[in-house]
């Protein structure tokens, strides 16, 4: 449902080439939404990604394999959520 989304949120782990997200990903940049894309450090296509990102101005972080790495990942995606609801009058409960 990206045409009514606020906010995409992809991530591409390092143990797929995960196909299905990076039509995703491309259909989202193509649109123009606002996104945040976590890339795990040993993702095989991460250049890819990295450079789409860049070039469209697509926030991306990298993000350490692991437990630690994800939930620091989290916290952006909480941060940019809030922000997304604070822009619209909205807040977390």
């Given at each position: ?5 606020d906010?995409?949120?992809v991530y591409?782990?390092s143990k797929?080439?995960a ?11 193509r649109r123009?939404?606002k ?10 296509k991460?250049?890819y ?6 070039r469209e101005?697509?926030?991306?972080a ?5 437990e ?5 990942f ?6 940019r ?8 009058g909205?807040?977390?409960?």
């Amino acid at each position: 449902m990206q045409s009514v989304s606020d906010l995409i949120i992809v991530y591409f782990g390092s143990k797929t080439d995960a196909p299905v997200s990076l039509m995703e990903f491309g259909m989202a940049v193509r649109r123009g939404k606002k996104m945040i894309v976590g890339i795990e450090k040993g993702y095989r296509k991460s250049g890819y990604v990295m450079a789409v990102c860049q070039r469209e101005g697509v926030e991306w972080a990298n993000v350490d394999a692991g437990e630690d790495g994800v939930k620091a990942f989290a916290a952006v995606v909480k941060e940019r959520v809030e922000e997304v609801l604070q822009e619209r009058g909205v807040g977390l409960a």
